[in-house]
């Protein structure tokens, strides 16, 4: 079992270096400039066993109270009215996932699969054509254990993480409107993503913005008056499928996000305002939103440091995917020629470290 989790990321390092030869690559235009990416299939390619790993990894974290559920769902599309009228939340992933049963059967395996592959497909789209540097970001996205927090564990909120991950072609484009519809689209699968709405206001403008440092105030303030916070995040979501989220977590004993997982997400965050300046002069729209989602990814983190892990700590992910892209960019542009691939070599060796921690100490499968 432990081999398949080192030999995944054995495969992005041979696949990046085999598909960085000539012809694999195309031009394409990025926020007004020309640059060079992957074509898709090359793209896909290098995720596709991610994907298979994901669609048939086994009874792994949530996945059999998933299956279960599958299993429940009616064969025939005449049970399909009954069966919606049951569910109270989240009701667009329910309805997709009784869709799919109704076209493959009652069979857990290819119904894993094709949602590893919706999924797979948009992370693919997004990071191919906005990513420096398309390998690295895979490499961050799984070695950062990612890819099990979120493909194998809490698979509804990752659909709707990945829905409004497309959406930031709407945003570099200032079509507000086509991003909100789609997130109110994604809230059926999970309505934490309307947490984005006014997060988005947030993020847009050039890096490290007033709206973003006050956000970073309001963030330590919380952490500061943190009885107060709780108090107040009790009564704000006491109308919603949230509405017991503060006792829950108190009830669980949770002791909230684990102090070196929030050290190595803020890291992009980190070196955005050491190279703030160069950010400013380059004035890049990708950058800048990049940045401002890495910071409300980090303060975010910081807040469920204090709080909890299991509820305030996965909030982070609608943010922190924005990392993935923001690093590559970085290193590329923030270093001398001569230390970027020391910084590389550096990167890969921390995030190593960080991946045999997360899969021995948290998942317990080293």
């Not at 001569?338 to 317990?364: C, E, N, W």
């Amino acid at each position: 079992m432990t081999s398949r989790y080192v030999l995944i990321l054995v495969w992005i390092g041979i696949a990046a270096v085999i598909f960085s030869q000539e012809g694999m690559q195309q031009p394409e235009n990025i926020c007004g400039k020309t640059e060079y990416r992957y074509r898709f299939l090359w793209a896909f390619l290098v995720f596709l066993p991610v994907i298979w790993m994901v669609g048939t990894r086994g009874n792994i974290g949530d996945t059999e109270s998933y299956a279960m559920t599958f299993r429940k769902m009616p064969q025939a599309i005449s049970g399909l009215a009954h069966y919606m009228s049951t569910v109270k939340k989240d009701r667009g992933f329910y309805l997709l996932s009784a869709i799919i049963k109704l076209i493959i059967g009652n069979n857990t395996v290819r119904y894993f699969l094709l949602l590893a592959l919706g999924q797979g497909l948009c992370l693919v789209y997004v990071f191919r054509k906005y990513s420096t540097n398309y390998a690295i970001s895979i490499f961050l996205f799984m070695a950062s254990s990612d890819y099990i927090s979120w493909m194998y564990n809490g698979i509804r909120q990752f659909t709707a993480v990945i829905l409004s991950f497309i959406g930031i072609e709407f945003l570099l484009n200032d079509k507000i409107i086509k991003f909100i519809i789609l997130i109110l689209i994604a809230s059926t699968m999970h309505q934490s993503v309307l947490i984005l709405i006014p997060f988005a206001i947030i993020a847009k403008g050039r890096a490290w913005n007033k709206k973003t440092i006050l956000f970073i105030l309001i963030a330590i303030a919380a952490v500061m008056f943190i009885g107060k916070f709780t108090n107040f995040l009790d009564t704000a979501l006491s109308d919603t499928q949230y509405k017991n989220v503060v006792s829950d977590w108190k009830q669980f004993e949770d002791d909230g996000t684990n102090p070196i997982r929030v050290l190595v997400y803020a890291v992009p965050t980190i070196l955005s305002y050491i190279g703030r300046k160069i950010i400013w002069i380059e004035d890049n729209k990708l950058v800048n939103l990049c940045v401002n989602m890495s910071i409300i990814s980090t303060g975010l983190y910081v807040v469920s440091m204090f709080t909890s892990g299991i509820f305030i700590g996965r909030l982070p992910i609608y943010f922190s995917l924005y990392n993935y892209i923001l690093l590559p960019w970085e290193i590329e542009n923030l270093f001398t020629e001569r230390s970027k691939k020391l910084v590389y070599i550096g990167l890969i060796g921390f995030y190593l470290l960080f991946y045999y921690y997360q899969m021995h100490m948290t998942y317990a499968m080293f």
